[in-house]
Each structure stands twice: as C-alpha cells, then as structure tokens.
C-alpha cells in the first residue's frame, strides 16, 4: 500500500513539475501580489479632509487653500455637494462667491474646517449647517460584496468549467455536432446570468431582512447594473477559458484576474488612497466599474443617465470579450 501511495505521489509531483507554466505561475504571482501592494500604497500624500468648492476656487482664503492634509474638489452642481456633506462624503462644502460654507452638524471632521476656515481668513464667511448621518459600513460594503460574489461565481463558474469539460473531452463531441463556437459560447454567458443575477438578487433580499439597508436609487437601475456586471464578468471567464487545457492553469489565470479585482476595485476600501497609477489601473478592471455603479444607486441615489459611463464600459468589455473568445476558442 505505502509503495502505491508513494508511487502516486511522486507522479503527481513529477506531473506539477513538468507542467512549467504551472509551477512559474505558482513562483511569480505571490512575489507579483506583494509587489503590487506595496506600490499601491506607496503614496504618503494621504489627505485627512475633503472640501468640496463650487466656483472659483482661487478666491479661497489663501492661508486656508494652502492648508495641509486638505483635498480641495471642485464641483459644478451646489445642491448635489450639499448631499455629499449630509451624506458624510464630503467634510466640507464651500461656495467662494457666496462667502458661503456648509458643514455637517455630527461630522468631526467638518468641525475642525470651520476653526481652520475661521482661522484662516474665512471670517466673512456664512455657515449653514446640514445634518444627516454617515452610511454605515455594512451599506457601503454591500455593492461590493455582491460584486465579489457574482465576479468568482461568474469567472469559475463558467471558465473553469469549460476547461474541465476540455480536459474531458466533452467539448471534443461537441465538436462533431452543428453547434458553431460562438454557439456554445452564447448558450454559456446566458445560462450562466440566469443564474448568477438569481441568486444575487436572492442575497440582497436574505440579507435586507436582517440588516435594512440603505436603497436611495431605483430597484430596476440596480438590476440593470448587475445585468451589464455580470455579463461582462461572464465572457472574462470565457477567455479564459476559449483555449486553456490544463485545469491547473485556469485556476492560475483565473486568480490572476480575481485577486487584483477583489483588492483594486473598491469592494473592502476606497480607492483614493491608491497610488494614481493604480487608480488608473483600476478603471482596466471590470469589478470596478460594476461595484461603483451599484454603489453610486444604493447610496447616492444615481440614475442610468448617471452611470451611463460605467455601464458603457462594462457593455465595451463583455462585446470585446465575446468576441475575442470566439476567435480563440477551440474544442480540443
């Protein structure tokens, strides 16, 4: 019995190490993560306040739009930077032309502008205070954590199966049959987003029972969101999988793409305090599109017209996806 087991053993380490795209991707992607953390918070210009500014800003006081630690955004719509200050997004909204400023009244931060402002040249200015309190963590995580949740479903669900069915020779008996590539393909992406916005509209609901949480924006946007995500997502693990053969290398190129989506796409943290370069990065990811979507409707109240961007992008990715995984994709 212990000569078969280790006759098996020692095959399957002989297979792992023979397999060489296998084993340099097991070396590389650990040290490739690590790198990566560590550039991405390599910016120490972290700032502490946001002050939203609505006209021109160089008619700031000078000492306080010098200050440190204080990130300065200019905004076109007042009444839309008023909802970011009730909403704690913004510390601090100020209309220079005004000789106006608005502060939330159960904000820290926002207290501490109004000394700096008074402090600083800013005496002539009014305050009108808003209130409103901050989301709750759990509502904000939300989008994400479904985003998550639909991005390995969708990802594992159809490109490493795929693989498997390659490595079976399943799709080799496909490959008798009338059914075109780009047949099968289509046939994948739908069965799977049945399923995957299924489920994911069964978790929100499961989950709201027990937490209530905050819905600002339309039920149906949402949906749509989740919609353009998922297919996106869908034909990203089509790619993947149009002509890998070995179930071990999907599994490494699928967490290839996994691994930088979980931590780069703002689903556990805000990605201002990346590094520009990998903010820039980012937006090449479609998980970030997708959570920012869904995150601007459940706690910003957006409508389609507001995301029409993300959902541009995420309905860019999937067609080009698609696309390219018909050409790729192979039976055997």
Known sequence: MWRRLYALFRARNLE???????????????ILLVSAFAFAFSDEAQERFKVGVV?????????????????????QDQAAGVVKVERHQ?????????????????????????QMLRAN???????????????????????????MNIMFSSLFG?????????KNGVLKRFSATPVRPWEFLTAQVASRLWVQLGVSSLVYVGTDIFVDFHMYGSYLDLFIVFLFGCASLISLGLLVAARTASEELAGGLLNFFTWPMLFLSGVW??????????????????????????????????????????????????????????RLFRWE
């Open 16 to 30: 792992f190490v023979r397999d060489s795209s296998t084993l340099m991707w097991n070396l590389i992607f650990p």
């Open 55 to 75: 006209g021109d800003a160089a008619a700031l006081p000078t000492a306080f739009a010098q200050a440190r630690y204080t990130h300065f955004i200019s905004l």
């Open 90 to 114: 913004l510390d601090m909204l100020i209309a220079p032309g005004q000789q106006r400023f608005w502060v939330n009244d159960s904000s820290p931060n926002g207290y501490l502008l109004v």
């Open 121 to 147: 040249g800013g005496e002539a200015y009014a305050q009108a205070q808003v209130s409103g309190d901050a989301p709750r963590y759990v509502d904000w995580v939300l989008p994400g954590v479904l985003g």
């Open 158 to 166: 159809v490109g490493y199966v795929i693989v498997r069915y390659r």
């Open 269 to 326: 943290f805000s990605l201002e305090g990346l590094h520009p370069w990998v903010q820039a990065v980012a937006q090449a990811l479609p998980l970030t599109h997708l959570v920012a979507a869904a995150r601007a409707i459940m706690l910003d109240g957006a409508g389609l017209g507001d995301i029409a961007v993300h959902l541009f992008v995420l309905g860019g990715m999937t067609l080009v996806a698609l696309l390219l995984a018909a």
